[in-house]
């Protein structure tokens, strides 16, 4: 599904240049769940926009299913991503100004999903999470875990066959952490690629493979 | 999708009601404030007459040699009328007071004699009867044509008044129509009565039928022919009057336009409404970067929703829409709180607007000034929309996502552009209402040669039908003396005609014995007739000689007073016991100060006072030197002329102050608009400036804290805040005091005494905008000056 070649991404400062990620090789499969790991400032973040295509500025070569994300368009890569990729936050990232109906709404509006359309997956989308109650509440209304849950909602109503997640216990207590690695392990059962950034190897421990990373390169992949 | 961003943006509204409160009373200021100068200016300048084609209306303009404007003679309008074969109409005009008698009380009203093709030009439907016109009426008929307002005030809005019967300056006339208020030419005419004749009679009791090129007394209107342009009507009128200067001497140096009638009319404050629409438009657009600002600053904070968005999916395209939509949502709600602020604004300027002000009848909030405020606020929603729009929607995702939005000094570099704008915008404003100020102060200082206190004037025109010359003698000097009887009107005078009140008379200054000048050298003299006791009760200075005397009548040798400012025209000889030749030689016997007549700010011109006796003219009135007041003094003229001729009102009773009040009400009324427009300018720049520098020091506190840590003074944090807000305003003070240098030449015209590029001037608002810098930053950098290290760390 995914193929990473000699990927790599740096700054400049003046005449130096700090590299974040170095000759990233690697290989995801359809329905793999994988867990990127390692210290702060390894490159962990950096390398899951790149897979999110949030972050266009870095060289090699980097194949979804059969097309060549290095060689597309902004605009192609746009569509790309619409298509195939959901994305899960630490932080939640649920816009505080929408209902939770509304957050999970977003993503189909984004995607030009007819409104009775979108009604019909929301609705399944809040059923399938029972969080049906809480459709119009506001993410300062709901707990830590509902809000992540909600946000794991968001990232999958359009049906992304790649779901990447940035930390997504990072802010949650052990019970609640739990409750969403459960949800993300139903996912990837029911066929959804899963690529998370993690810390912990309890979670680490939900997925299928791991690739550890130090200061921008694979130094480990099982 | 449009209705589901609206709804997000009105929500998003609701939760920020500070930045709403705020964006919405700037927007409603500067939207409102402009809609309101707008309907002025369309109004009095933009919207066309309301006749039909009114765009062929031509005011026919006889300029004189020296430029100024000057009215038609009969002969020359006769000329002009036969030959202009490109107007489909032509007629004279003059105004009159006329006394409506025949009905309970006598009524004084302004009236208007004019030709028969009168309402040819102004083709205008009547509300009730019908108007005159040439093909049908002929001159001599008494008939005329009552304006709506008189109709309802005079006679109940009773549709039985067509075919009335009533006496209007004695002369029964039969009333024909009634036309709607918004006919009126010129302005506050209440009745338009057909003249005896070909041509308007003379105000000077002269016989025009002798076909004269001498006095001028009337104006003129045309309409240009259906089948023809008005550039070429405009070319045959030159033509025209280049030949009347060609073949008669009288006409030497003389030249003949026709310039359309709206543009005319407005042509003396033109100049001001556009300078006051572009004024209040600055308002606008530092308005705009007021709240393209707080937009700016709002897109920072929510860098974070903006990321997320991006990363679900949102295109820029899309991102974009959805920002300009919420900064539409925002004018619009803006616009309609503006249309409110207008609606009262416009009352407020009707309500200060001079009364001269031309077309202000004409000025309303109706769908035309709907449709600007709505455009308005489309351009102004796009216009604070848009830079915000295209910063904020290209974020940053992967650290946006970390921190949030909260760091963003890079950001501000937007901003700081809108707050530069503000400021420069602020400072051209200021110097505008700085100069526009000084020069009405300067104006307001200058010496009109009379005294303007414990003076009052009351009209006594007489009409002239009854009144030939000895009788209009015998009138007025029976007035005076009854009222020099009463110890409240003890010090009175006759005098024509009142300083700055419009009224006219001039004659060709040739000194008996000095070679006649060529017309381009020709001087004109100011002509007064004046009552003896003039001088002493006006306080205009017997310089040298004697002041007119009782001895001074109609039969003796003819006499005169000169102004300090012609006694040059005597070639250096003393002018006492000169003549001049007013027809008669006239001999001078005595110099007095200089008086200024027609406004504060016209130059001095030579003027020659002739007593009442001598020269009698029908629209004589009285100045009255009392401390009792305008009340006092109307019951006692009253009485005098009752006694006099009972059917006769009294003309308008005013004070010298009012009098020089009104004759500067156009330049005060500018001036009071740049100046609340300098003001508004000046806060909303210092809540730009303040918005600015509160902005960043929030954004900055981890660095300020990590300075302070580092062993910064609050001191030192202090001054570099200030410094920053500082530099961003001499940024805007450099540009400000450029543009207002630039823009110089557009208002000076409108100066009086006054460089526009005064430095003191300018020099002094830029310290005035700077301080309000310093003071717009204080409250911030007090607040950077407190910052506690550690918290501001932890926090980091």
């Not at chain 2, 006219?504 to 200054?509: D, H, I, S, T």
Request: aromatic share 6%; glycine share 8%.
């Amino acid at each position: 599904m995914i193929r990473l070649q000699n990927i790599e991404k740096s700054y400049r400062h003046g005449l130096s240049q700090t590299f974040v990620l170095r000759r990233v090789n690697a290989e995801i499969k359809q329905g793999d769940f994988v867990s990127i790991m390692g210290p702060s400032g390894a490159g962990k973040s950096t390398l899951l926009h790149i897979l999110g295509m949030h972050d266009s500025a870095w060289t090699g070569e980097f194949w979804l299913h059969d097309d060549p994300i290095h060689q597309l368009s902004a605009k192609d890569r746009m569509r790309l991503q619409k298509q195939h990729v959901g994305f899960v936050f630490q932080s939640y990232h649920l816009l505080d100004n929408l209902t939770v109906y509304e957050n999970i709404d977003l993503p189909l509006s984004y995607r030009d999903v007819k409104k009775a359309e979108r009604e019909g997956m929301v609705a399944d989308i809040l059923d399938r999470f029972n969080i049906v109650g809480k459709k119009d509440l506001f993410p300062n209304q709901l707990s830590g875990g509902q809000q992540q849950l909600v946000a794991i909602a968001r990232a999958v109503v359009a049906k992304p066959s790649l779901i990447l997640a940035d930390e997504p216990t990072g802010n949650l207590h052990s019970d609640q952490g739990k409750e969403i690695m459960e949800l993300f392990r139903r996912l990837n059962e029911a066929g959804t690629t899963i690529v998370q950034v993690t810390h912990s190897k309890e979670n680490a421990s939900y997925g299928k493979r791991v690739i550890n990373l130090k200061d921008g390169w694979i130094v480990d992949e099982n | 999708m449009l209705v589901q961003d609206i709804r997000y943006a009105l929500r998003s509204f609701r939760r920020a009601p500070g930045f709403t409160l705020v964006a919405l009373f700037t927007l409603a200021l500067g939207i409102g404030g402009t809609t309101a100068i707008f309907s002025i200016v369309d109004g009095v300048v933009l919207r066309p007459l309301p006749y039909n084609d009114s765009s062929r209306i031509l005011q026919l303009v006889r300029a004189a040699p020296n430029g100024n404007r000057d009215s038609f003679s009969s002969a020359d309008y006769r000329d002009l009328k036969k030959d202009a074969t490109t107007l489909s109409a032509v007629a004279g005009y003059r105004s009159d007071i006329v006394d409506l008698t025949g009905r309970s009380e006598p009524v004084r009203i302004t009236g208007m004699q004019t030709t028969a093709g009168f309402f040819d030009v102004f083709d205008a439907p009547p509300l009730l009867g019908r108007t005159y016109h040439e093909a049908i009426d002929k001159p001599g008929a008494a008939i005329a044509v009552i304006s709506e307002a008189i109709w309802k005030q005079q006679f109940g809005g009773n549709p039985s008044v067509i075919g009335t019967q009533v006496r209007l300056n004695g002369t029964p006339t039969e009333i024909i129509g009634v036309v709607p208020d918004w006919v009126r030419h010129p302005q506050k005419s209440d009745a338009w009565m057909l003249a005896p004749g070909d041509v308007p009679t003379s105000p000077f009791g002269i016989d025009t039928g002798n076909n004269s090129r001498d006095v001028h007394y009337f104006s003129a209107v045309g309409r240009v022919a259906r089948e023809r342009q008005v550039a070429d009507a405009r070319q045959q009128l030159k033509a025209i009057g280049d030949r009347l200067a060609h073949d008669y001497k009288n006409n030497a140096g003389t030249a003949i336009d026709g310039r359309p009638l709206a543009a005319s009319m407005v042509a003396d404050v033109r100049t001001a409404m556009l300078v006051l629409l572009a004024a209040v438009g600055f308002v606008l657009l530092i308005a705009c970067a007021n709240v393209g600002g707080l937009l700016i600053a709002r897109g920072a904070a929510r860098r974070r929703e903006l990321a997320v968005r991006t990363a679900l999916g949102a295109g820029r395209g899309r991102l974009m829409q959805q920002l300009l939509t919420e900064s539409v949502v925002l004018a619009l709600a803006g616009g309609a709180l503006g249309l409110l602020v207008a609606s009262w604004t416009l009352q407020l300027l009707i309500a200060v607007a001079p009364e001269n002000l031309p077309r202000l009848a004409d000025v309303a909030l109706d769908w035309r000034i709907a449709l600007f405020a709505f455009g308005a606020t489309i351009v102004v929603g796009m216009l604070f929309g848009l830079m915000p729009a295209l910063q904020s929607s290209k974020p940053e995702l992967n650290a946006d996502l970390k921190d949030g939005g909260r760091t963003g000094t890079s950001r501000t570099g937007m901003r700081n552009v809108m707050v530069v704008a503000q400021v420069a915008l602020a400072l051209v404003l200021l110097i505008g209402a700085g100069l526009m100020l000084t020069s009405f102060a300067r104006l307001r200082s200058v010496n009109p040669g009379f005294r303007t206190t414990e003076l009052v004037t009351v009209e006594l025109m007489l009409p002239l039908v009854r009144y030939d010359e000895a009788a209009q003698r015998r009138f007025y000097m029976g007035v005076l003396e009854r009222l020099r009887t009463d110890p409240v009107t003890a010090q009175s005078a006759m005098l024509f005609p009142f300083p700055f009140g419009g009224g006219n008379a001039q004659a060709g200054l040739q000194i008996v014995g000095q070679p006649p000048k060529p017309p381009e050298q020709e001087v004109s003299a100011e002509l007064y007739s004046v009552s003896p006791g003039y001088l002493r009760a006006s306080g205009v200075r017997l310089i040298e000689g004697r002041d007119f005397n009782e001895s001074d009548g109609p039969n003796s040798p003819p006499v005169a007073l000169i102004s300090e400012a012609t006694r040059k025209e005597f070639g250096g000889k003393n002018p006492i016991g000169e003549k001049i030749d007013m027809g008669d030689p006239v001999t001078v016997i005595g110099i007095v100060s200089d008086t200024r007549r027609r406004s504060l700010d016209a130059p001095l011109q030579a003027a020659v006072y002739l007593p009442y006796t001598q020269f009698v003219l029908p629209y004589m009135g009285a100045v009255v030197r009392t401390d009792r007041g305008a009340g006092a003094v109307a019951g006692a003229v009253k009485t005098a002329v009752n006694q006099i001729d009972p059917d006769l009102p009294i003309g308008d009773l005013k004070t010298m102050e009012q009098i020089i009040d009104e004759s500067t009400g156009e330049p005060r009324f500018r001036s009071f608009l740049i100046a609340s427009f300098a003001l508004l300018a000046l806060v909303l720049a210092a809540v730009g400036v303040y918005g600015l520098i509160s902005f960043t020091v929030t954004q900055r506190v981890p660095e300020i804290g990590v300075r302070l840590a580092l062993g910064a003074s609050p001191r030192q944090v202090f001054a570099q805040v200030i410094g920053q807000g500082l530099q961003l305003a001499v940024i805007g003070v450099v540009l400000g005091l450029i543009t207002a240098a630039a823009a110089a030449t557009l208002v000076s015209g409108l100066l009086f005494d006054t460089s526009a590029t005064d430095p003191v001037i300018y020099a002094s608002l830029a310290v005035l905008l700077l301080a309000m810098a310093v003071l717009a930053c204080y409250v911030p950098a007090r607040r950077a000056m407190r910052v506690d290290p550690m918290t501001a760390l932890r926090s980091e």
